[in-house]
């Protein structure tokens, strides 16, 4: 049997613009076959070459960074990594933070469409990043660690072992510089926007949404950046890059891994790859297969392998081998709208990233945390309003109220066996029965426009441009809201961990695919439900985890008590991730 499916290179899967070359393409992968073992395959590979190591790790990515690095820390254990994307290594367009809207629907881009959203925006295209550090080379880096209260809902959700006294810990371990906007960093027009929602809404100024739990807030956002740079500190940039040389380190890039294989033992650890110059080949984990490509196209991979919901695949041509209906399913996240203002001038230019500052809200007093959360953006965000027929604005701002915990959930299928076709993304938004999540939004335009009229951010507004100032009834604003609606890019929960009794769990606790041995997921896909927060440090929290899980470690002792490592139990400062100056453990 010849497969002919492809890479991310030739579109396979992928989104426009994947002519895109740049930098060492496939350079890392050339010395790719240095560490592993190489031999002629006997059993179902057609012929293809077969290389083996002891981990193999498909997606370099957010989590995959992680576990490369950490699984490698032991120079006996060989590692290959196997990304579609190209090296971010010196390449600025990705390094430099700010630019990272010029990356959307590019050649890094996968740019996944989604289908026909009866109650959303259809034009919506999720991006998923290509290239090594995976959307973390590609995000705006809003660090936030996760809630206690939403780790206690995933143990309660069947993930026992993931409750905040176990996860949170992990925070020290993380290499990336996560720290408050610098002062330089910080535009006028985001000081005034912070002033206007505490005048208008009586919330607390927040220095560092990382001190401590909280439940209503505005300030400055923690980014993982070099405020001197304005560069990264992606989980490429903070994990790999110092690595690169480690001799029992490979990484395969610009390959596609596109269909997984049992080996002799039945075990679920080959990996059928078409590299960077369209050669097949075969990868073996000798160890562990870990499936990191994220909540898009991990829960793909398994389909196309035959692991998946037996129906839908059927339905897709794809031989059944394990039955899991839960592949693809819960498909989480953060749906937003946005609202925008003209100024009059220019706004001053500094900042990290155009979206430096935000805002948190708790309007039902029974949930623990916060249910309505706003981006500020210093540019006007008009890609949805515009086709709507509203105003651009040369100059402007605009917020963007999310759903925190979303009741819609969507899911991801195949149209067919063809790993070249990409997959069907249903977020189904705004489609939860008690209408909360329309309600969520609705609101968020209402409590928007009073912190608009509010000094000091007032004096700085011409005009409401969208959905402009006739859009007043909840009627209308539903309507406006749901047909501007975004997303904040956060997919998650396709492949969740769940109890043994959860037929809908892809996962068990340990992150090990149900019915099948050899292989983990480890990416945003695990998630039982989601953070309130941006998920990206959920995500490296959930690899270093994972990296002590595979390697048979315990987490991190908790040196100062466990109090102290649940913000919000003990005051003091905690914040993620190494500062300079700290010592690494
Ligand atoms: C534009 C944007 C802005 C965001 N902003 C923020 C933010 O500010 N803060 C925040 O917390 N979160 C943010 N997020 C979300 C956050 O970045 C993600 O939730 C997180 O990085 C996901 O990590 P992951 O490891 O699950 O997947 P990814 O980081 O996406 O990694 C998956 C990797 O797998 C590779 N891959 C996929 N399929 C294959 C295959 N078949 N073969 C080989 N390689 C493959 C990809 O190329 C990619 O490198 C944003 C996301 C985007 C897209």
Not at 233 to 246: E, I, L, Q
Request: hydrophobic share 35%; glycine share 12%; aromatic share 6%.
């Amino acid at each position: 049997m010849t497969d002919t499916s492809g890479n991310g290179r030739s579109g396979h899967g992928t989104g426009s613009g994947h002519g895109v070359s740049h930098g060492n393409g496939s350079g890392h992968g050339a010395t790719g076959h240095r560490a592993g073992g190489v031999g002629a395959s006997g059993d179902g590979s057609g012929g293809v070459r077969e290389e083996a190591y002891d981990y193999v790790v498909v997606g370099g990515g957010t989590a995959g960074c992680v576990l490369a690095a950490r699984l490698s820390e032991d120079p006996a254990c060989r590692v290959c990594v196997i990304e579609g994307g190209p090296s971010d290594v010196g390449d600025e367009d990705v390094l430099k933070l700010r630019n990272w809207a010029n990356l959307l629907d590019t050649g890094y881009d996968y740019a996944y469409p989604i289908v026909e959203q009866p109650r959303g925006n259809s034009h919506i295209v999720h991006s998923r990043a290509r290239v090594l550090g995976g959307c973390s080379s590609h995000n705006t880096l809003i660090s936030f660690l996760p809630f206690p209260h939403d780790l206690d809902e995933w143990v309660r959700l069947g993930a026992e072992g993931w409750d905040a006294g176990t996860l949170l810990p992990y925070r020290r371990r993380l290499l990336n510089t996560i720290r408050p906007v610098a002062e330089q960093d910080r535009n006028p027009v985001a000081h005034d926007f912070v002033n206007a929602a505490v005048n208008a809404l009586d919330v607390p100024v927040v220095d560092d949404f990382n001190e401590r739990p909280f439940t209503e807030g505005a300030g400055f956002f923690s980014l993982a950046y070099h405020p001197a740079s304005g560069t990264r500190s992606s989980a490429s940039v903070a994990y790999v890059h110092p690595v690169m040389d480690r001799p029992n380190l490979t990484l395969k890039l610009e390959s596609w891994a596109y269909r997984l294989l049992r080996d002799g033992a039945g075990r679920l650890t080959r990996v059928r790859v078409r590299y960077a110059d369209g050669a097949e080949g075969t990868v073996r984990a000798e160890r562990e297969l870990l499936l990191c490509a994220g909540a898009v196209d991990t829960p793909r991979l398994l389909m196309l392998s035959g692991i998946g919901p037996a129906d839908a695949l059927r339905r897709a041509g794809v031989e059944v081998l394990n039955d899991l209906p839960g592949v693809g399913e819960n498909l989480l996240d953060h749906p937003e709208s946005v609202i925008v203002w003209e100024t009059p001038c220019p706004l001053p230019p500094n900042s990290a990233m155009d979206s430096d500052a935000g805002l948190f809200l708790r309007r039902d007093a029974r949930e623990p945390g916060p249910d309505l959360m706003f981006h500020f953006y210093q540019v006007p965000f008009t890609v949805n309003t515009e086709r709507l027929g509203l105003p651009s604005p040369q100059y402007g701002v605009c917020m963007t109220p999310n759903v925190p915990k979303s009741r819609s959930r969507g899911r991801i299928w195949l149209h067919s066996a063809d790993p070249a076709d990409r997959p069907a993304l249903d977020f189904r938004y705004f489609s939860d029965p008690e209408g909360y999540d329309e309600r969520t939004i609705v609101d968020g335009l209402r409590i928007a426009r009073e912190v608009a009229a509010t000094g000091p951010l007032r004096e700085w507004l011409l005009r409401e441009t969208a959905p402009g100032p006739d859009a007043v009834t909840d009627e209308q604003l539903s309507e406006y809201g749901r047909r501007a609606a975004h997303t904040v890019y956060h997919p998650a929960g396709t492949c969740r961990m769940g109890g043994e009794d959860d037929e809908g769990a892809v996962l068990d606790p340990l992150l090990r695919v149900r019915g099948e041995e050899g292989v983990r997921v480890v990416d945003a896909s695990v998630f039982p439900s989601m953070p309130t927060v941006n998920p990206m440090v959920t995500v490296l929290l959930v690899a270093e985890r994972a990296a002590d899980l595979i390697r048979g470690r315990t987490g991190p002792a908790p040196p100062r008590g466990y109090e102290s490592d649940v913000p919000g139990h003990t005051p003091g400062r905690h914040t993620p991730g190494l500062m300079p100056g700290e010592e690494q453990r």
